[in-house]
């Protein structure tokens, strides 16, 4: 039989890393915006610009959606492994008699 062992506590820690993701690369298009898809000096390096901005704001949507499908996956993980540790000690752990 295969050793095989699972940290709920990682799981939980993933979970938060993701959802961490998305407010990262919020930051990452604040920044963008705030330097100005506008004004940089030469029409095509603008439109280039506001070209990076509207994929970076559809990748973003997608990171977001991907994030919540694995979030929610994680946690019905966890809770599955988490009941199962609690069934398994439950049913291992002496009754005591009346």
Known sequence: MADFTVSTEFLAKLAKDLKGCGDELDQGLKALKDASRSGLGYDFLDEACGHFQGTWEYGLKKVRECV???????????????????????AL???GRS
């Open 93 to 95: 752990t002496p009754q």
């Open 68 to 90: 919540k499908i694995l979030d929610e996956g994680l946690e019905k993980v966890q809770q599955g492994y988490d009941s199962t540790e609690q069934d398994t000690t439950k």
